[in-house]
């Protein structure tokens, strides 16, 4: 499945490092989201962006900063983590209006030391 | 609140049972119900519900949605070791809201 994706797979930056996490969709879809998934818990949705513009935010802190230029990329910018960042950070598109399903890219195991 | 509650947590059967994995929600302004496997990373699409009681099917996979007791079920039949995954149920919301479930664990043993 090459329809959403995410690089890099992985990732380990220490408390200090500023890194950004890509997503691309190749489906023509005007909506994209990041999740956070962490163990045992259910996939916590962090941004929607819908025909490039945010529609929400929720309650996401400001070390997690998203940026959409165009309707296909979507990164998320981090900066001063902590510990408790460390998850699966999934990106999915889909195409708002038309009753379609989210298509989830292969996510970035983040490791915050 | 909006939420979405899986059952069981986990599950761990032999090849060739039959499962039924639930969910149940409290979502206001409902517009589809999304059922997910997960195996190892991204969660790829099975079922999207929209009428109560019109079963999906998709081989040994099918699914019903309840409006009326706000749930729905997965069933897999004749289950194989292939089917060992994380199953996740999620609610769509008319504002294009997704909310998820904590997922169903399933284990099938050779």
């Known amino acids: 499945e090459t329809g959403v994706t995410q690089t890099p797979r992985h990732l380990v930056m220490g408390m200090t490092n500023k890194k950004s996490l890509k997503c691309e969709q190749h489906l023509g879809h005007n909506a994209m989201y990041w999740y956070k998934q962490s163990a045992k818990k259910p996939l916590e949705l962090m941004f929607v962006y819908n025909f490039k513009e945010q529609t929400e935010n929720n309650s996401v802190p400001s070390r997690f900063s998203p940026e959409c230029p165009n309707s296909s990329h979507l990164f998320l910018h981090l900066h001063t983590l902590q510990p408790e960042d460390s998850a699966l950070y999934l990106c999915?598109?889909?195409?708002?209006?038309?009753?379609?399903?989210?298509?989830f890219g292969p996510g970035t195991r983040l490791l915050v030391l | 609140e909006d939420k979405v509650v899986q059952s069981p947590l986990s599950l761990v059967v032999h090849e060739g049972d039959t499962v039924t994995l639930n969910c149940s929600y409290e979502v206001t302004n409902f517009r589809s119900l999304l059922w997910y496997k997960q195996e190892k990373k991204a969660p790829t699409f099975l079922f999207m519900l929209?009428?109560?009681?019109i079963e999906k099917k998709s081989g040994r996979l099918s699914s019903i949605l309840d409006k009326k007791e706000l749930s729905s079920i997965l069933n897999i039949t004749a289950t194989q070791t292939g089917d060992s995954a994380i199953y996740l149920c999620?609610?769509?919301?008319?504002?294009?809201?997704?909310?998820f479930g904590t997922g169903t664990s399933l284990t099938v043993i050779p």
């Open positions: 999620a609610v769509r919301h008319t504002g294009n809201q997704f909310y």
């Open positions: 929209t009428s109560s009681g």
């Open positions: 999915a598109s889909s195409q708002v209006l038309a009753g379609e399903t989210q298509y």
